[in-house]
């Protein structure tokens, strides 16, 4: 790894961690979702000494993220691939485990959106745990609700049903 020290200030942990992101993203070129699935979460192990290593001469983050925003990206990724592959639980801990809000907010909304399209969920009633997805509910109600009646409303205009459509404008 010597090799690889340009500036004197690089880690063994920031190559790592720039490896697995470049592998990372190689698989997901190729739609390899569980190859890239590990390399993002091999990623994640290397972030922290990554970018808090300190040596005699200089702070090891060259990359001008904070660690919120690197992890946060890392965990969206994971979310993703594990989503591609139907791993809905895999997904959920995905969500749970980023600590970039807004990233945990954009992944929520696609997950509902998945798990409506998969028929997983309905509007009034849920064909999984409602207990595991308790925090949402808590959390994110008020855009659960908006988000669902406007799935339904596309839904209804995409292949009208007579009936729904006329219970709509009462």
Known sequence: FYGFYADGCTSIAAWKLQYYQWAMQLFERYSISEG????????????????????????????????????????????????????????????ISNPDEESKYICLRRFIIVLYEQGAIKVGQTMINPSDFSWLIDLYLNDFCCLMFKIECIRMWIAPHLYTLSWHYL
Request: net charge negative; hydrophobic share 45%.
């Open 36 to 95: 890239a699935c590990q390399f993002a979460l091999a990623a994640l192990e290397q972030v922290d000494e990554a970018l808090y290593m300190k040596d005699d001469k200089c702070t090891n983050n060259s990359v001008n993220e904070s660690v919120t925003t690197i992890k946060g990206r890392l965990w969206a990724n994971v979310f993703i691939f594990v989503l591609d592959l139907g791993r809905y639980y895999d997904a959920y801990c995905a969500i």
